[in-house]
């Protein structure tokens, strides 16, 4: 099944980071309603998180539940490392050639970051790479999804199972409040690991948990009160707003940086953004795709086009941040725009010349087994799939 809203919801959470990136970059954070709104447009990383977390559970699941032969595992990360790496190797050569900072990177910071391992070490705060920690936890969910599925099966006793799954799904959710806690709680603790996947295990698993209800029997009571919620998506995304207009307050820690986030705060707002995520993609999977005027518009062919890109804007749009700081040093009403029209323009160029056609000729290379369910292993949240037709998703 296609889900064609879905790539303007990337388009828009890409145009999100862009615009909380660009605020911080001009000191927009102020201390005031909109200054942390502008610092909270970091929930676009919570809508990329929860996409994947749908997009690449969902064809592991329905093969669950119709008894269909489950991906390939190889064609799976092999399909992931086809989309996400030769763009992202193309722009950390670009900012470690082209920013002056990265000069003085040795040979083991240029493997940690062409490697997607930087959140790992102190360093990883590489100029105009910063962004690209969230890679790095997408990956690590990438290689464990495949896994972490097996073990939700096998809690079932190898019967489709989908309410003891949603369970183990809400309890790593609280597990993962409890590792923030856990690393707020020590100062020696902070740092890169708020950054690894254990941080964001509610903003996968929201994704997760729609991607069950979407292949569960449609009879059951919970799938029926989904499609009810669905049929108002104005209500979804009105509560969406609300939560996002609360989540932009002190309580939900500082706007600026400044102070790393306490236990509480942290835990508030990860809870705030797994909602949030959760109601923007919600409408978007259930219910009839073609109606109201929202799913319309992010189905459209403008947002479809900057969805299928949002990718490269998402990668190219902080190093040419910094260009265009240096170039004009001007308030975010320039800047943003600037910036955010030479990523698309970046983007177009690159998924042209590099993304579509790599996937176009090596996407078979690692092939599925015969019968299996594909692995929709084109779509994510940060990436997109290429081509049309490549999975379960939108194509992007």
């Not at 470690?96 to 040795?106: K, S, T």
């Not at 403008?302 to 308030?331: A, K, N, Q, V």
């Not at 698309?344 to 299996?372: H, N, Q, S």
């Amino acid at each position: 099944m296609r889900y064609p809203a879905l790539n303007g919801l990337r388009a828009l959470a890409a145009t999100a980071v862009v615009t909380t990136h660009a605020a911080f970059w001009t000191a927009a954070y102020s201390d005031d309603t909109l200054g942390y709104a502008f610092a909270r447009l970091d929930v676009g990383v919570a809508v990329f998180f929860a996409l994947s977390g749908f997009l690449l559970s969902q064809p592991l699941f329905r093969a669950a539940a119709e008894g269909r032969p489950a991906p390939r595992t190889a064609a799976f990360l092999w399909r992931r490392a086809l989309r996400i790496l030769p763009a992202y190797w193309l722009c950390v050569v670009f900012a470690m050639l082209f920013l002056p900072e990265n000069r003085e990177m040795g040979t083991g910071d240029w493997l940690r970051f062409l490697t997607l391992t930087q959140i790992y070490s102190r360093n990883w705060h590489g100029e105009g790479l910063v962004h690209a920690w969230s890679l790095c936890t997408e990956v690590s969910f990438y290689v464990l999804l495949p896994l972490v599925v097996a073990g939700l099966l096998r809690l079932c006793g190898g019967v489709w199972r989908p309410g003891r799954i949603l369970l183990a799904l809400g309890a790593a959710s609280l597990l993962g409040f409890g590792w923030f806690a856990w690393v707020a709680s020590d100062p020696f603790l902070l740092g890169s690991l708020t950054l690894w996947l254990p941080a964001y295990l509610s903003w996968f698993g929201a994704g997760m948990a729609i991607a069950v209800l979407s292949v569960a029997d449609p009879r059951w009571a919970p799938v029926r009160r989904a499609r009810e919620l669905a049929a108002s998506p104005g209500t979804c995304w009105a509560g969406a707003a609300v939560l996002f207009w609360a989540a932009s307050g002190p309580y939900t820690g500082a706007n600026d940086l400044s102070r790393a986030l306490t236990a509480g705060e942290g835990i508030t707002k990860h809870l705030l953004y797994t909602l949030i995520a959760a109601l923007a993609v919600w409408p978007l999977v259930f219910g009839d795709q073609t109606a109201g005027w929202g799913r319309r518009l992010l189905a459209s062919r403008p947002m479809d086009w900057l969805g299928e890109r949002s990718y490269g804007i998402f990668l190219f749009h902080m190093p040419l941040l910094i260009i265009m700081w240096d170039l004009f040093t001007r308030p975010l009403l320039l800047v943003l725009p600037v910036t955010w029209a030479a990523a698309v323009l970046v983007a177009a160029v690159v998924y042209r010349v590099v993304e579509r056609p790599l996937v176009l000729r090596f996407r078979d290379v690692v092939r599925e087994r015969p019968g299996a369910v594909d692995s929709g292993t084109g779509a994510g949240g940060h990436a997109g799939g290429v081509p049309a037709g490549s999975g379960t998703a939108a194509p992007a």
